[in-house]
């Protein structure tokens, strides 16, 4: 990817997961073998999940996110920031030329998709009904998990440009992606080059996304780069379990403060909201709150208001509590 000063001050990440990139990508992965030790306990339980779903929704769903090789770039808009509503709305209101277009990416197309490529009514609504019980079936059960791993990602992010800039930022992103001014390189399957041209880029951290990061196929969709979370084995073992409770030997930590406040405190290292906090913990809002409370009133913590939210950080006597006492698991 080749920038220009225009582009590295239109350097964005995405404010969360986005809903549409997950839901193509989590079904490539449960189509594929590939990072079983991340992602072998999860494809077990969205397996089971998805044989709720009708067999044409399953059939579709693996037509249109093969485990290897392109899909169509109208399933992933920009729209679903805002939500699956908002982006299956988006997909729905495609011109059938555009879907014929992307289509035109996957193989052999069976005879049963050709109503799709028609932007058939029918068709589509079929497709709006996989898209969400593909979600509902399958992401919703890891979701709060997903969020985590993205915001925690996020706050990684965020250091990096508030202590280095949008040249720290890039920088961070080693070894996934290279920074080698004014050049953005990644491994991939085929050798391409996007000039960015002023448009600047959105930059999409994402669970589902294994190794190699990816981007439109269409070179002249607004730039967008979708880059793996760094997760570890065990990140979801069990998808009913709350998030950011790490196993092994006890925490010293966690026998001073508790074993939640002890996680929050460490939850907070990178930055984070309240409601960010509360996602990655598995604790309420109110219980979150009230945890931030206690660390603030011992110092441990600093709270500054945002808008509507506030953003937590560590003081340095934080700082030195984490230091001295390093956790023995990840809380990510």
């Known amino acids: 990817m080749h920038f220009t000063a225009q582009d590295l001050a239109r350097v964005q990440v995405a404010g969360g997961p986005d ?45 249109l996110a093969p485990p290897v090789g392109d899909f169509p770039d109208f399933l992933t ?3 679903a920031a805002q939500g699956l509503p908002a982006g299956i709305d988006a997909v729905l209101s495609l011109r059938p030329q555009r879907i014929r277009r992307d289509l035109a990416v996957l193989p052999d197309a069976p005879h049963w998709a050709r109503p799709l490529a028609d932007a058939d009514p029918t068709a589509l609504g079929e497709l709006a009904d996989a898209l969400h019980g593909y979600h509902r079936a399958v992401l919703t059960p890891v979701w709060h998990r997903l969020h985590s791993a993205v915001d925690a990602e996020r706050a990684v992010r965020a250091r990096a440009l508030l202590n280095h800039g949008v040249d720290g930022l890039l920088n ?8 080698s001014p004014p ?14 041209a002023g448009r600047g880029l959105l930059l999409v951290p994402s669970v589902f996304c294994w190794r190699t990061p990816v981007t439109f196929v269409d070179p002249g969709l607004p730039p967008v780069l979708v880059y ?36 929050a405190l460490r939850l907070v290292e990178d930055g984070c909201t309240t409601g960010e906090l509360a996602r990655r913990a598995g604790l309420s809002q ?25 953003m937590h950080t560590l003081t340095p006597l934080g700082t030195a509590f984490l230091t001295a006492n390093p956790s023995s698991a990840g809380t990510r």
Do not use: C
């Open 286 to 310: 109110p219980s979150a709150s009230q945890h931030t409370a206690v660390l603030r009133e011992a110092n441990l913590i600093t709270t500054v208001r945002r808008g509507n939210e506030v």
């Open 172 to 179: 961070s992103l080693r070894p996934i992606l290279r920074w």
């Open 19 to 63: 809903v549409m990139w997950e839901i193509v990508l989590s079904a490539a992965q449960l189509a594929g073998t590939t990072g079983q030790a991340v992602f072998g306990p999860w494809r077990v339980h969205a397996r089971t999940g998805l044989r709720r779903l009708p067999a044409s929704h399953r059939r579709l769903i693996r037509y």
């Open 183 to 196: 050049v953005l390189e990644a491994d991939y399957p085929v050798d391409r080059d996007l000039h960015l």
């Open 77 to 79: 808009p920009p729209q």
């Open 228 to 263: 793996p979370v760094n997760l570890e084995p065990g990140w979801i073992t069990d998808p009913a379990a709350p998030a950011g409770r790490a196993s092994g030997k006890e925490d010293p930590l966690a026998r001073l403060l508790g074993a939640s406040r002890a996680a």
